[in-house]
């Protein structure tokens, strides 16, 4: 404002906007809550059920194949294998067992991608703290989750679940499943849901699935969604 770079006028433009924001949700009025009114309107049972429905909504339908027919939606009764997705959300509509072998499909959940911390680089206390807690530029699965991958799919028809809450070069992955689903941090039950077709997935990419580390690279930093050949492009999302 001293230097005449930005009028008064115009910052109290910006200032009229935040306080009619304020002012709309009453935080003058009622600037501290009601703590007895929380277990009315915390948690009640339509809240959750639309939380649970935004959850189904979020699933990515990103490849359903196989010979003659689409591998999903699963069978109701059918044997099933399973690998980091808990027994008791599956139960409800397929017998689990506990050796591929014996199953007519396996179903593994990979959680999101974490090979390492971010390098801090510098020796500030503060860097270093923040480099510990975030994953480094790597967006490779490990080789021996690939190499589980590679294993089940030569045993019985896979089908992947991955937790996109971080992208993921999927290319391999994407190779050896017969089906593969992208999620968001979503309840097992909502997977399960999924797989036997209790809801049509009609979710959508928020990002590209880049073909490999070199792709992202070679990336443009201030462009969105142009690596070369992704496995699964923007708004990607196939349906039943």
Request: glycine share 8%; no cysteine; hydrophobic share 40%.
């Amino acid at each position: 404002v001293n230097s005449g770079q930005v009028s008064e006028q115009r910052i109290d433009q910006s200032v009229r906007r935040i306080l009619r924001n304020k002012i709309d949700l009453g935080l003058f009025e009622n600037p501290l809550v009601d703590e007895a009114a929380v277990s009315e309107q915390v948690n009640l049972a339509d809240y959750v059920e639309q939380g649970i429905d935004a959850q189904r909504k979020s699933i990515v339908l990103l490849n359903n194949k196989a010979p003659g027919q689409p591998t999903l939606p699963l069978l109701e009764g059918s044997k099933v294998f399973l690998d980091g997705i808990q027994p008791s959300a599956i139960e409800p509509f397929a017998q689990v067992v506990g050796d591929p072998a014996n199953a007519d499909v396996i179903v593994l959940y990979l959680d999101a991608v974490f090979n390492g911390n971010q390098p801090a680089g510098s020796e500030k206390m503060a860097d270093r703290i923040i480099a510990a807690l975030l994953p480094d530029t790597d967006l490779n699965f490990s080789a021996r989750q690939l190499e589980k991958v590679a294993d089940y799919a030569g045993r019985k028809p896979l089908v992947t679940v991955v937790n996109l809450n971080r992208p993921a070069i999927l290319t391999e992955v994407n190779q050896h499943s017969s089906a593969l689903l992208g999620s968001f941090g979503v309840f097992d039950s909502v997977i399960a849901e999924a797989l036997f077709g209790v809801f049509n997935p009609g979710g959508k990419l928020p990002f590209e699935i880049p073909a490999s580390m070199t792709a992202v690279e070679q990336q443009l930093e201030d462009v969105a969604d142009d690596t070369q050949q992704p496995v699964f492009p923007y708004g990607h999302g196939l349906s039943y």
